[in-house]
C-alpha cells in the first residue's frame, strides 16, 4: 500500500472533508488547464486542516496549497502529492469596528464588496481581482498604487509540522508580489486588517470603478491565469508584450490576450505546454529587444 493510500485511508477515517483521488485540475484553475492530482482535499474547516498537515507531514508526502486557482499553471501530467484547496469551511469573517478578521478560503471578491458596503475604507484597490484572501496575502496581490501589506496586521500560519504562528506584518517580508510564505511554504489560515471608517458611498464607487476598469482592460471572461509577469518597475509587463508585436501571439490552444499583453487566455483545448512556450517566447524577445529580464507572476507547478 502507498504513502498516498495510507494516508488518504487515515483522513477519511478522521472526516476531515472531501477528498478526492486523481482529480483534474482543470476543475480548479481558472485557465482551466492542469492534469489530474494525486489527491485533491477540501479541509471543512481549520480544526480539519490541522489534521490534515499533521497526517500529510507523518506520512512525509509531498503537498501544495491553493486558492480559488486563479494565478496557478499546472503541468498536464498533473500534480504529485496532495492538493489542500482551501475554501467553503475556511471561508469565515468576522469584524469588530474597523478590525478584519477573515479566514484564508474566503473570496477576495466577495469580501471587497461586503467591506465597501460596511463603509470600510483599504480594500477599494482590490475591485475585481480574483482569488483567495489567502492568496492574496501570499502574493502580497496589489492594484491602483495599493497591497495587501498596506492593511494587513498579522496572519495566522500553518506550516508543514502542524505548527500555527502569527506572522506580523514585518515579519510576514512583504514586497513587491511577494511574501516570505513563497520561502517557508506556509498555509494562511486567518488574516487581520486594519481599515479605516468612510464614506460608505465614495468607498462603493471607488470599488466599483477599479473592479470596472479591470473587467474593461482584462480578459476575465475568458479562461486565464491572471498576469502572467511580474511589473518590471518603472516599465509594465503588458506594455512591453504590445511593443514586442505579441498581442495576439498563439501557439496551439493558448494566445497572449489581445485585450492585455500581460494576459495568456485559453481559446480552446490549449496545453499547459502551449501556455509556457508562449512564457518562453516573450522572455526571449523582451530581453532581445530591452535587454529586461521578465519574471513570471503566475505560480508555475511543473513537476
Given at each position: 500500500m502507498s504513502k498516498l493510500t495510507r494516508l488518504a485511508e487515515t483522513l477519511r477515517k478522521e472526516d476531515v472533508g472531501r477528498i478526492r483521488v486523481n482529480?483534474?485540475?482543470?476543475?480548479?484553475?481558472?485557465?482551466?488547464?492542469?492534469?489530474?492530482?494525486?489527491?485533491?482535499?477540501?479541509?471543512?474547516?481549520?480544526?480539519?486542516?490541522?489534521?490534515?498537515?499533521?497526517?500529510i507531514y507523518e506520512h512525509d508526502v509531498k503537498w501544495r496549497a491553493i486558492g480559488r486557482g486563479s494565478n496557478l499553471l499546472v503541468s498536464d501530467k498533473g500534480i504529485d502529492g496532495v492538493?489542500?484547496?482551501?475554501?467553503?469551511?475556511?471561508?469565515d469573517l468576522e469584524l469588530n469596528g474597523t478590525e478584519l478578521r477573515v479566514a484564508g478560503g474566503h473570496s477576495l471578491i466577495k469580501l471587497v464588496s461586503f467591506i465597501s458596503k460596511e463603509g470600510l475604507s483599504g480594500f477599494e484597490f482590490a475591485g475585481g481581482i480574483p482569488g483567495s484572501v489567502g492568496g492574496a496575502v501570499y502574493m502580497n496581490a496589489g492594484a491602483h498604487g495599493s497591497e495587501i501589506s498596506d492593511i494587513l496586521t498579522k496572519a495566522l500560519v500553518l506550516f508543514k509540522d502542524g505548527?500555527?504562528?502569527w506572522l506580523t506584518n514585518e515579519e510576514m517580508e512583504f514586497s513587491y508580489r511577494t511574501s516570505i510564505l513563497q520561502q517557508r511554504s506556509g498555509i494562511?489560515?486567518?488574516a487581520i486588517f486594519d481599515l479605516k471608517k468612510g464614506n460608505k458611498d465614495s468607498i462603493i464607487a471607488e470599488m466599483n470603478k477599479n473592479k470596472d476598469y479591470r473587467s474593461d482592460t482584462?480578459?476575465?471572461?475568458?479562461?486565464?491565469?491572471g498576469s502572467v509577469f511580474r511589473n518590471p518597475l518603472p516599465n509594465h509587463a503588458g506594455k512591453l508584450v504590445e511593443q514586442s508585436g505579441l498581442k495576439g501571439h498563439q501557439i496551439g490552444g493558448a494566445q497572449i490576450s489581445n485585450m492585455h499583453g500581460n494576459f495568456i487566455v485559453n481559446v480552446g483545448g490549449a496545453k499547459a505546454d502551449d501556455v509556457l512556450a508562449l512564457?518562453?517566447?516573450?522572455?526571449?524577445?523582451?530581453?532581445?529587444?530591452?535587454?529586461?529580464?521578465?519574471q513570471t507572476e503566475v505560480e508555475i507547478v511543473y513537476e
Open positions: 482529480e483534474p485540475m482543470s476543475k480548479h484553475t481558472t485557465i482551466r488547464i492542469g492534469g489530474p492530482a494525486d489527491l485533491l482535499i477540501e479541509p471543512k474547516n481549520t480544526k480539519s486542516l490541522r489534521k490534515i498537515m499533521k497526517a492538493v489542500i484547496k482551501l475554501g467553503k469551511g475556511m471561508d505548527r500555527l504562528e494562511v489560515v486567518v482584462q480578459p476575465w471572461k475568458e479562461p486565464c491565469c512564457i518562453n517566447l516573450v522572455k526571449k524577445t523582451v530581453k532581445n529587444r530591452y535587454d529586461i529580464d521578465l
